[in-house]
């Protein structure tokens, strides 16, 4: 299951704007705009507030951007969907 589909039943916060957030991370386009876009992406991502897209992007300067299920799936593992459920919990 992609990101858009655990974003769209509720797993992440509108702290971070969720559909604009979530549309970026999922596009890939966070990785490739202003510093300030990324960081809000990744932010979102640690805390939990978002989950990696389903298939990998690459950044401004060619460096790979995870799929999900390129990470541990667990809490407090950044984009996994275990760390968005464990953020919803709280």
């Known amino acids: 299951m ?4 655990k974003t769209r039943s509720g797993l992440i916060s509108s702290v971070y704007r969720p559909s604009d957030t979530t549309r970026t991370i999922d596009s890939g386009v966070a ?12 932010a979102a991502l640690q805390d939990g507030a978002a989950v990696l897209p389903a298939e990998r992007h690459s950044d401004y300067y060619g460096s790979v951007v995870p799929s999900y299920t390129d990470v541990t799936d667990e809490p407090g593992s950044t984009g996994s969907v275990a760390n968005s459920e464990a953020y919803e919990e709280e």
Request: proline share 0%; net charge neutral.
């Open 2 to 5: 992609g990101s858009s589909a």
């Open 31 to 42: 990785w490739q705009l202003e510093g300030h876009v990324g960081r809000i992406a990744m």
